[in-house]
């Protein structure tokens, strides 16, 4: 089970950017899937952006264009650029990693867009 620590999480106003960053216990290139899930008050988590291996990338609808997800091989951090942000993107964000049937979360990290 990798371990997964989650950064880069606060307050932001609507219109700004946030970089989140996960550090994980490991080598990046030995999971299938490095994701962000992100889960609101009241509302069931969903994914936000995967790396799936062999490198094809996946955003939920409601982030294509605004976020960018990419992993680092030198730190072996998988990291998430939020651009024009909005006050629904508030939630919690969860790093995410899969190896075949396993899989590991990390704590999460809380983002607010507020005014």
């Known amino acids: 089970q990798a371990q997964l620590v989650e950064s880069g999480g606060g307050l932001v106003h609507p219109g700004g950017s946030r970089r989140l960053s996960c550090a994980v216990s490991?080598?990046?290139?030995?999971?299938?899937?490095l994701a962000w899930y992100r889960q609101a008050p009241g509302k069931e988590r969903e994914l936000v952006a995967a790396?799936?291996?062999?490198?094809?990338?996946k955003y939920a609808d409601s982030v294509k264009g605004r976020f960018t997800i990419s992993g680092d091989r030198a730190t072996n951090t998988v990291n998430l650029q939020m651009d024009s942000l909005k006050p629904e993107d508030t939630a919690v964000y969860y790093c995410?990693?899969?190896?075949?049937?396993?899989?590991?979360w990390g704590q999460g990290t809380q983002v607010t867009v507020s005014s």
């Open positions: 995410n990693v899969r190896n075949g049937p396993r899989v590991s």
């Open positions: 490991g080598n990046i290139l030995t999971f299938s899937a």
């Open positions: 790396i799936i291996s062999g490198g094809t990338l």
